[in-house]
């Protein structure tokens, strides 16, 4: 048996999918990105299973879907006891866990997050690049301690500069605990904040960016027409056209900001080189979430559940551990990687644990080509964002995605989505209302349906005799 290996878990806040050179944008600066590709395995098709900060967090660090976790929203006052989270798991079994930035399983409005039993040992934590807490607010301490004032520099006219993001915090934590740790096991989750809102690159790395070579959003007139009428569904914003939105200066800011991580991801991977650790590290790239930057005349996040906005990131490296250069075109779901975390600890996987491993895609022997990995997957939003703060009216909603179609419910409403992804992979043909596709529409509502009971149904406590 392989020793376990050290586990590098680099995740973005709010990333679509296509913002990778190597997997088909040419728009973007990712070299450091691209070479993980290059070097390990992409799933091309990874969902999480809430379009939203905390719910999602929950879930692929549990392995359950967000309501199985009983952890739907942002905001929320506390953590369930049960289950642990994975680091606590890993912990217990002996790897040395750190956390660096973000964690965000409970909320950290009017209060630095509470810590719960979470197996870090190294905790070096920023929930937001802002200056809101008095007390614990780690990165917003290390610029003090450079001379620096975080929310004066925000508002300037140069913005934070590189050399005091966010981002660039995140790598000298993660350096510190990498020179800290050269005996393995480790896992280190690195969680900065970009390229969530709001889109304020440093300077620099804005200057690299023009808005007007920028391809735009995926957007059609008549997506306002639609949005309209989803105007009581939770959204972060009504419906505009890219021109009232600025999309294409926000799209510039956005990509400026991945550049960014881009680089500094290069100085961890550097690092664990130089330290001879790299031939032993799995590297996981990915992102809660992802971001709507003016599709379908939307920006930021909420109850839809488009691609650019549930589909995401998902890379995995490690020199002759991992396949070379090979694309999963397969359904993912991050769940899926909590179960692949226990594979490369060799901890059981715990019975209540909703994902399956993704080792058999990895191997760089192995027969499986990734070509069909799930036969669906799933997304949920369970008044996951504070109506009062979207405008909306506290939505429930879930997404069913199989092979070729997708079905988004807004339940209560009597609204919903549903697209072929074969044809109109970007969404705008809305077949929801359709009659020639009611056959369709009714297969696809009992399919999801069937997903959220045998998925989400919570059945109590374990047991112990037959009456």
Known sequence: MEPRPNILWYCTDQQRFDTIGALGNPFVQTPTIDSLVQEGVAFTHAYCQSPICTPSRASFLTGLYPSRVHNTRNGNERFPDFPPVVSKLLSDSGYRCGLVGKFHLQSAGKRTEPRIDDGYSFWRFSHAPRDDWAVGHDYADWVRSKGGDLDALREGEDRVPAALHQTTWCSEMALEFIRGNQGAPWMLCVNPYDPHPP???????????????????????????????????????????????????????????????????????????????????????????????????????????????????????????????????????????????????????????????????????????????????????????????????????????????????????GLGELYDLESDPWEFDNLWANAAFNDLKSNLIAASFDQHVLLTTDVGSRRIAPM
Not at 245 to 259: G, L, T, V
Not at 274 to 293: I, K, Y
Not at 309 to 329: D, F, M, Q, Y
Request: glycine share 8%; charged share 20%; hydrophobic share 35%.
């Open 199 to 413: 889109f304020i690159p440093p300077r620099s790395y804005a200057e690299q960016f023009s808005a007007e070579q920028m391809p735009g959003p995926h957007f059609r007139e008549s997506d306002l027409h639609q949005q309209i009428q989803f105007a009581d569904v939770d959204f972060q914003g009504s419906p505009r056209s890219p021109t009232d939105m600025k999309a294409k200066e926000a799209q510039a800011n956005y990509y400026a900001m991945i550049a960014l991580i881009d680089d500094q991801l290069a100085r961890i991977l550097a690092e664990l080189e130089a330290s001879g650790q790299r031939e032993n590290t799995m590297v996981v790239f990915m992102s809660d979430h992802g971001e709507a930057l003016g599709d379908h005349g939307l920006m930021y996040k909420g109850c839809r559940f488009y691609e650019g906005l549930v589909r995401v990131p998902l890379i995995v490296s490690c020199p002759g551990r991992v396949a070379t250069n090979k694309r999963c075109a397969g359904l993912v779901e991050l769940i899926d990687l909590t179960a692949t975390l226990f594979d490369w600890a060799q901890i059981p996987l715990p019975e209540y644990v909703q994902g399956r491993s993704l080792t058999p895609y990895l191997d760089p022997g192995g027969a499986e080509d990734g070509t069909v990995i799930r036969e669906s997957v799933r997304s949920e939003y369970f008044d996951a964002l504070d109506a009062a703060f979207t405008g909306g009216t506290g939505s429930f909603a879930t997404m069913y995605r199989n092979g070729r179609h997708k079905l988004s419910l807004y339940h209560g409403t």
